[in-house]
């Protein structure tokens, strides 16, 4: 029992770092320190994509699953759909490189905005400076 809930709790983990790769530039125009964190899970999620690796993770769950008796994925509601998010049966190579370019041409554009934020807010802070003005608190409406 407990090799299981291990195994599913790799696999949740696993599903939590591909929404994190996939979706964590987004979540950086929000909080921008995330980008620390989003940009070295992006390199790493493309090239195990790009490349064909296998994530570490994932053997780790099988070899969890078999010491708790089961075969493959078969089972809980877990594996049965989230598994085939992560990794669907019958894809390709050419599918596997598409998606990982994807991926990264879709993070260039999320990071291109995220810069010219950051720019744009930078120019308006020189600016500021260099007329003498010192920047308000925002105050509340009553």
């Known amino acids: ?4 809930i ?10 939590l770092f591909v929404a994190f790769v996939v979706f964590g530039g987004l979540l950086t ?13 992006l390199a790493w999620g493309a090239l195990v994509i790009g ?16 010491r708790a008796g089961q075969e493959g994925y078969a089972g809980g ?15 390709t190579r050419a599918t596997q490189m598409l ?4 991926l990264i041409v879709g993070n260039v554009v999320v990071y291109t905005v995220w810069a010219r934020r950051r720019a744009g807010v930078r120019r308006a802070a020189a600016a500021a ?3 003498g003005q010192k920047r308000q608190p925002m105050q509340s409406r009553s």
């Open 29 to 41: 125009l929000w909080k921008p320190r995330v980008a620390f964190w989003h940009l070295p899970a």
């Open 77 to 91: 509601f877990i594996e049965h759909y989230v598994l085939g998010i992560i990794y669907p049966e019958g894809i």
């Open 6 to 15: 291990l195994a599913d709790l790799v696999l949740v983990l696993h599903g």
């Open 51 to 66: 490349m064909g690796w296998i994530c570490p993770l994932t053997p780790l769950e099988v070899s969890l699953r078999e």
């Open 129 to 131: 400076a260099a007329t």
């Open 99 to 102: 998606l990982a370019a994807l």
């Open 1 to 4: 029992m407990t090799y299981r």
